[in-house]
């Protein structure tokens, strides 16, 4: 199982790049425990590229693992105390206009063995391995944001009273526990009720191509007002901005489209063009809340939490009791880290708007992150009874139930969701994704098209699509997606990334260097992961001059803008653009870097990292790669150096993430050296300096502790490292064989429960789960457990392979033999050499010499490019093959 710990180690860099953070965890404080059994939940973004995506396979490409030794603890030990639920804040009078049944939900109950959730992951192979049931990056997509009002300008006609949703969750254990293998046939096919919205949808984008452009009577900026707003519903962000630009264009003294622009620049990952927008319509307009709330967005989204405070505050001076802007503050909060802060901004956004479904999907989407999974139901189930046609809503909370291993409640919320409103592009994905996970392929791709087929040729559809196909290997498959989505937007910049990166992998290094360039000058020219291939648009004309009257509103209301002006920091917003330019470059260059070090090119490697080092010379990402290659080539001194280098880089969007990666380089190669009291102390000292600190770095400390035989130590990292990130199903892995290693069976079996329901496609988790039961003499929990792993991931050989010699040790040799025969069925580049060596040292056992010897040629032929050095657990393939074929499963 080292080996397992190892892969798991190396696996990607974990980046939390949402708006929602949790509470400030007091690491290696007394009492910091969590308890295994904790439910979990968190939303994604919909995007499988973020800002650090580029240095995902940084240390797996590098291979750099002072040690894998673990030591052997003692027989017993206390359990985890079970973490405290927060208290949440008085709870706001809801006055709900559409008030619907509030039955109560079904209690949660522990997963049963081998009735873990899902199927193939939403997208296999993100975590740093390339085999099919590695859990994604990216999960399913991310809400749209969510304000009073129909889901859409142009509702549904019929459409039926609002379900009680909250009895759909009540009731999915049942339909779980009451379900049955699908048939082929019956798996495959699409349902009417989605065939029926996207006909829907159709007819809604022709009945919005054919009306005029404002309706009789109706004024023009009217008109593309209601439009932005109808697409931001939607999902559809980009196209949401190419309407607010032409708004300002034509309509230049309309403040809400400068304020929709800012927004969603700041949205996209564009502070610099969102405060250049914001200076100029501020000078004419200044101490308006709705531009002010965009500014606070502005400066939260560049890191600059005490300016966006002081936004937010004047714009509650301009206009006391906004919701909307204790709602922005809120998510600042939240990604500052002051999760309690956040929790009395929604409380108070709710209170003063109680029938606004977003304040509470929004506070709930924070409660799920922090792992107070009945807490964000809670929340979900009000902001339903406050608007049961809120869509985002819908959304959200579907996200969230599939989560909690509710696939059967998740894809009755998205099919509601897109029965209000067919043309939300965030639900649509969302069910493709789902029917993904659940390792129905054909049909997951079915929904695909159906949305693409009547929301048009939308890029994050084809982006997403070509994603799931890539990571299972389907490069026809995905090849074909990626020219389909050059054709819409040739500067998709996730797009370009995914697809240079699986030419490099495959061998096309002339093709995979067309498309990094490509890339490249992309990010240089402004484009954005969210901006579907658009640059930095040019600021369109300042706004009019005011009249004399209302000169003298505006001098009235220019107290109010005053101080928000001036904490806007000390950076231009043309300054700050031309920065943002040079930072967004950087995880282009860098993913280039590391593929030409893939390649074995080390000088285009380097002159790759030095162009990143022109365009931010104290990029802590940047100074945390230096590191790792100076250790690969054994320069401890250099590597040493990088990293104390990288440790002041907490300034920027990043929010400190490369200088935690700097800390974490540091500590461990400390270790290394054998300076263990120094190594202890840069941990602590990473998790004070760059609050929140990630899961990551909280599970990699806890492993340095549970190394160091601080076993109590270890527990209180391993619960904050799950708390900080309840969807990291490293951290479930790593705990529970922490637990398991220390005897403490139920609450390890807990974490790998909870670890098979956040990532039921990775087999690392299954197969270390079986492994224990089988060791514990508990054969049929263990078969269970392996045929829901095999049902999940269906292409891991080794699965079939342990399978297969457990029921041989049970004496059921026709059974291992069917299981032998099934994992050798795998795809060829799925193909497993061990398993062929393990049945033929059966069938010798059996008295087939034939057999044996046909079995052993058979694995030998097989490629050596696919030949694992070992196996699994970390044995050597054969040896263990045999072993366990004469001893049984251990």
């Known amino acids: 199982m080292d080996a397992i710990a190892l892969c798991i180690r190396r696996a990607a860099v974990q980046v939390d790049v949402g708006i929602i953070a949790l509470s400030r965890c007091v690491v290696y404080g007394p009492g910091d425990s969590a308890s295994p059994a904790a439910s979990s939940s968190s939303t994604s973004s919909a995007s499988s590229y973020d800002e650090d995506s580029a240095w995902r396979s940084v240390e797996q490409t590098l291979q750099l693992e002072p040690s894998t030794s673990e030591p052997s603890p003692p027989s017993s030990r206390r359990k985890p ?45 993100a975590g740093g391995k390339d085999e099919v049931g590695t859990p994604a990056s990216a999960s399913v997509a991310s809400s749209s944001e969510s304000s009073p009002g129909s889901a859409s300008s142009e509702p549904p006609q019929q459409a039926r009273p609002a379900e009680p949703v909250s009895s759909i969750v009540a009731a999915d254990a049942a339909a779980k526990s009451a379900a049955e293998e699908p048939s082929a046939e019956a798996s495959d096919a699409v349902p009417a009720a989605l065939v029926a919205a996207a006909e829907r949808a159709r007819a809604l984008a022709e009945r919005n191509a054919a009306r005029p452009a404002a309706a009789p009577g109706q004024p023009a900026a009217a008109a593309l007002q209601a439009q932005v707003k109808r697409l931001r519903r939607s999902g559809r962000l980009a196209a949401a901005l190419d309407v607010a630009y032409r708004g300002m264009e034509e309509h230049p003294k309309v403040r809400s489209f400068w304020a929709a622009a800012a927004s969603l620049e700041a949205r996209m990952g564009r502070p610099g063009a969102a405060l250049r927008l914001m200076e100029r319509a501020l000078a004419r307009w200044p101490g308006n809340a709705a531009l002010l709330l965009a500014q606070g967005q ?66 709930a989407r924070l409660e799920a992150a922090a792992g107070e999974a009945a807490a964000a139901r809670r929340l979900f189930e009000e902001g339903h009874a406050a608007n049961p046609r809120d869509v985002p809503l819908l959304h959200a909370w579907a996200v969230f139930e599939v989560h909690q291993d509710k696939q059967s409640a998740a894809r009755r919320l998205l099919g509601r969701a897109l029965e209000l409103d067919p043309q939300h592009l965030p639900s649509w994905m969302a069910m493709g994704q789902l029917e993904w996970r659940q390792g129905n392929a054909p049909r997951a791709r079915q929904v695909f098209e159906l949305a693409l087929s009547c929301l048009g040729p939308c890029a994050p559809l084809l982006a997403a699509l070509a994603q799931l196909e890539l990571r299972v290997r389907n490069l026809r498959r995905a090849r074909a997606l990626f020219e389909r989505l050059r054709a819409v937007s040739p500067r998709h910049l996730p797009a370009l990334l995914a697809a240079a990166a699986m030419e490099s992998r495959a061998g096309n290094a002339a093709r995979s260097a067309v498309l990094y360039d490509e ?124 990293f104390r280098r990288g440790l002041g880089c907490r300034q920027g969007p990043s929010r400190g993430r490369g200088a935690l990666l700097c800390y974490e380089g540091l500590a461990e190669l400390l270790a290394f050296l054998g300076r263990k009291d120094e190594a202890r102390a840069v941990w602590r000292a990473g998790a004070a300096a760059v609050q929140p600190p990630s899961s990551r770095y909280l ?180 040896a263990r093959a045999q072993t366990q074929a004469q001893g049984g499963a251990t």
């Open 519 to 642: 890339a490249v000058a992309a990010a240089a020219e402004g484009v954005s992961r969210d901006s579907e291939g658009a640059g930095v648009r040019p600021p369109p004309p300042a706004p009019p001059p005011p009249s004399s009257a209302e000169a003298a509103d505006a001098a009235a209301a220019a107290t109010a803008g005053a101080a928000a002006t001036a904490g806007s920091g000390s950076r231009s917003s043309s300054e700050a653009a031309e920065s943002e330019s040079a930072l967004a470059q950087i995880p282009v260059l860098h993913a280039r870097a590391m593929a030409a070090v893939r390649e074995g090119d080390l000088a285009a490697a380097e002159a790759a990292l030095a162009e990143a080092e022109a365009a931010a010379p104290y990029n802590g990402h940047v100074c945390h790669t230096r590191g790792l290659l100076a250790q690969q080539q054994g320069d401890v001194a250099g590597a040493e150096s990088w």
């Open 699 to 878: 599970r990699q400390a806890a492993m340095f502790e549970k190394k160091e035989r601080n076993w109590q130590a270890a527990e209180r990292l391993f619960a904050a490292a799950v708390r900080r990130d309840p969807q990291d199903y490293r951290s479930w892995l790593q705990w529970a064989v922490f637990e398991r290693r220390l005897r403490n069976w139920e609450a390890a079996e807990r974490c790998f429960q909870q670890g098979t329901a956040v990532a039921p496609g990775n087999p690392h988790i299954w197969y270390s789960y079986a492994t224990m039961l089988m060791g514990l003499g508990r054969l049929p929990e263990a078969r269970a457990v392996l045929a829901t792993a095999t049902r999940h991931c269906p292409r891991c050989a080794p699965l079939w392979m342990e399978w297969a010699l457990m029921e041989a040790g049970a004496g059921d040799v026709d059974a291992a033999r069917r299981l032998f025969k099934r994992g050798s069925e795998v795809p060829p580049a799925w193909q497993h050499p061990p398993l062929y060596q393990a049945w033929a040292a059966l069938e010798e056992q059996q008295g087939d010499a034939g057999a044996a010897a046909w079995l052993l040629r058979r694995s030998e032929e097989l490629p050596a490019g696919r030949r694992p050095r070992q196996g699994p657990a970390g044995e050597p393939g054969q």
């Open 81 to 125: 105390s079970p973490g405290s639920t927060p208290a949440l804040g008085p709870r706001p009078k809801k006055v709900s206009r559409r008030p619907a049944p509030q039955p109560e939900p079904a209690p949660q109950t522990a997963i049963e063995p081998g009735l873990g959730s899902g199927a193939t992951p939403l997208i296999p192979g």
């Open 298 to 363: 502005a400066l939260a989204a560049r890191g600059d939490a005490a300016a966006a405070r002081e936004a937010f505050r004047a714009a509650l001076r301009s206009e006391p009791g906004n919701a909307a802007v204790m709602q922005a503050w809120a998510h600042a909060e939240a990604a500052a880290g002051d999760a309690a802060a956040a929790r009395g901004l929604f409380a108070a956004a709710a209170r003063a708007e109680p029938d606004c479904a977003g304040h509470y999907a929004s506070w």
